[in-house]
């Protein structure tokens, strides 16, 4: 059977492999937020905003994050077609079911700030970096990201990290100075991660 492991021309993903690529990059990034919210921390993007909402008004970090994208799906549908849309949605929808009932499945005692925002990080941008191979995203600002590097060439974990940091700005009205620090660690590690590894020039499946 052949897995497509050495090939070297540019080859399709089918239904499965789109289906465990969504799934396995979503769930990866959902432990990535469980971190960050483990430590009371935030990240940018529409999560960034989910954050902000739970902290601030004690709202469903789920609800909020699912409730913000809807805007973006017009946008993914219109730029990036019906199979991105159609898979970013699913997701999204699974990204907001397994922040509410995660926890319950998964109980983490505690960690540290800086190594909350590291390690969520790191795992919420290889997550993401999953869902950008299949032709998919978590939404939002990662959408706007996706069309703006297909658009001009702009490398999208570049644009994500300038939108995040103007997010990040407002964790100052609801969380410390280190927290909002934490913060910013764990979105510098989420951004060069993708910066660094999601590049055109070098995947060739589709």
Known sequence: MNLGIWNTASAKH????????VFTGTVLASLGVMLLAKAGLLTGGVAGMAFLLHYAFGWSFGLGFFVINLPFYWLAYKRL?????LKTFCAIGLLALLSEYQPKLLDIASVHPIWAAVLG??????GMLALFRHRASLGGVGIL???LQDKFGWRAGLVQLAIDLCILA???LVASPFIV???????????????????????IAM
């Not at 089918?14 to 690529?21: C, H, K, N, R, V």
């Not at 764990?186 to 020039?201: C, K, M, P």
């Open 81 to 85: 077609g019906l199979a991105f849309t």
């Open 170 to 172: 407002l964790a100052f």
């Open 121 to 126: 990080g790191l795992l919420i941008g290889m």
């Open 14 to 21: 089918s239904l499965f492999e789109d289906a465990q690529g």
């Open 181 to 203: 620090l934490c913060s910013v660690i764990g979105a510098l590690a989420l951004n060069f991660f993708i910066a660094v590894n999601h590049r055109t020039d070098r995947y």
């Open 145 to 147: 990201a996706l069309y």
